[in-house]
């Protein structure tokens, strides 16, 4: 077992406050991506407007945090979508955990 604490982020306000569910969890793991996540929701294509919703969250901090703009964040994440898209670097693997 490594000796490193698991470096986790608070919750929402919003979701402190009112409830929700958790729906994804990621962590960077030697470099590379380690996920925990559910369904969630009926139909897969809701996960596209969450994956859109999540990179203009992701813009914007880097608008505030870099010297860029969320547009060319925005830009840049939408770049590297398409062409992770089309030609996959890592696929990774799916295994239930429970």
Do not use: C, K
């Not at 596209?48 to 969320?70: N, P, S």
């Amino acid at each position: 077992m490594a000796d490193e604490a698991v470096n986790e982020l608070p919750v929402p306000p919003d979701a402190q406050e009112a409830g929700g569910h958790e729906v994804l969890r990621a962590f960077v793991v030697d470099g590379g991506l380690s996920v925990s996540l559910q369904r969630a929701f009926d139909e897969p294509q809701t996960w596209g407007v969450l994956l859109v919703d999540l990179a203009r969250h992701v813009a914007r901090i880097y608008a505030e945090e870099a010297e860029m703009t969320q547009e060319q964040a925005l830009s840049e994440i939408r770049r590297m979508f398409d062409a992770e898209w089309d030609r996959s670097t890592d696929p990774g693997a799916t295994d239930a955990i429970n």
